[in-house]
């Protein structure tokens, strides 16, 4: 891995259009450190605005990430309460700055259940932000893939789609990543192998790639790893290779 000093060469890797990132290991490195699980969380925040920085730099055009899902809620009162918090601080904080950058954000997921007030933060966010085109950060928050491809099938009901009507593209237009392109990247932190209804639609041909680093300490060097480990893949979406016999 370059040293923190080092320029990187961002001529040696291919860039990927759209990285998704499951931030996880909070609780972990706070546990490492004798901290409560939430003072991870607060690191993890600060952590962000170091990776959107360098996706940015990068020339990434789309960030996706794992906020919050809809299974998060059965963590403790204490831990739910604290992360909205961190939710509302960033928001107060870094909005003004994450626009000056020229981030549009999205959000991915259900709003209904969230606290009105930072329900209302996150819909001035978005109107603030929309006409933004450096970096798309799709924050899926209060999110789960299952619930949106039910949420999908609702509504193309309700919209009378018809059997023969049905596409792959008309499908994906449903979901809450409506006119963005497929994650062609998935990080997952910490060192857990597992998807946890994050983009399952989405993400059906993206390259995975699973670090054990914890989430805190992912950091532009980690990034730049995963574009060098993702530029070596050769994506072949379920065919053969260019000179496959
Ligand atoms: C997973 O770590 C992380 C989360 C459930 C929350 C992610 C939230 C942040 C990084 C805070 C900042 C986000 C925004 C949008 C401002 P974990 O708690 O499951 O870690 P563990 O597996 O080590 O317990």
């Not at 990187?8 to 490492?32: C, E, F, Q, S, Y």
């Not at 999205?106 to 969230?114: P, V």
């Not at 054990?212 to 993702?230: G, K, M, N, S």
Request: with cysteine; net charge negative; glycine share 6%.
């Amino acid at each position: 891995m370059p040293a923190k000093s080092e320029p990187l060469d961002l001529t040696a890797v291919r860039v990927p259009r759209h990285v998704a990132i499951i931030m996880d290991g909070n609780g972990r490195w706070a546990r490492k450190r004798n901290l409560p699980r939430v003072a991870g969380h607060r690191a993890g925040a600060e952590n962000l605005r170091r990776i959107i920085n360098a996706c940015v730099e990068f020339g990434i055009k789309i960030l996706t990430i794992y906020a919050f899902s809809t299974e998060n809620w059965e963590r403790p009162e204490s831990e739910v309460r604290g992360l909205m918090k961190i939710f509302t601080r960033v928001l107060d904080q870094e909005l003004s700055e994450l626009h000056a950058q020229g981030v549009c954000l999205h959000h991915l997921g259900d709003l209904n259940g969230i606290e009105p007030e930072l329900q209302q933060k996150v819909l001035d966010a978005l109107e603030l932000t929309k006409s933004n085109d450096r970096l798309t950060l799709n924050v899926a928050f209060n999110y789960g893939g299952r619930a949106e491809i039910l949420h999908a099938v609702r509504e193309m009901l309700g919209d009378g789609i018809s059997p023969d009507e049905l596409t792959e593209e008309l499908f994906s237009s449903y979901l809450f990543t409506s006119g963005l392109p497929d994650p062609d990247l998935v990080i997952r932190t910490s060192g857990e192998l597992r998807i946890s209804n994050f983009l399952i639609w989405q993400a059906a041909y993206a390259e995975y790639y699973a670090t054990p680093c914890y989430w805190p300490d992912f950091d532009r060097e980690e990034l730049y790893e995963a574009l060098v480990a993702y530029s070596q893949r050769e994506r072949r979406f379920g065919a053969l290779p260019e000179d496959g016999d």
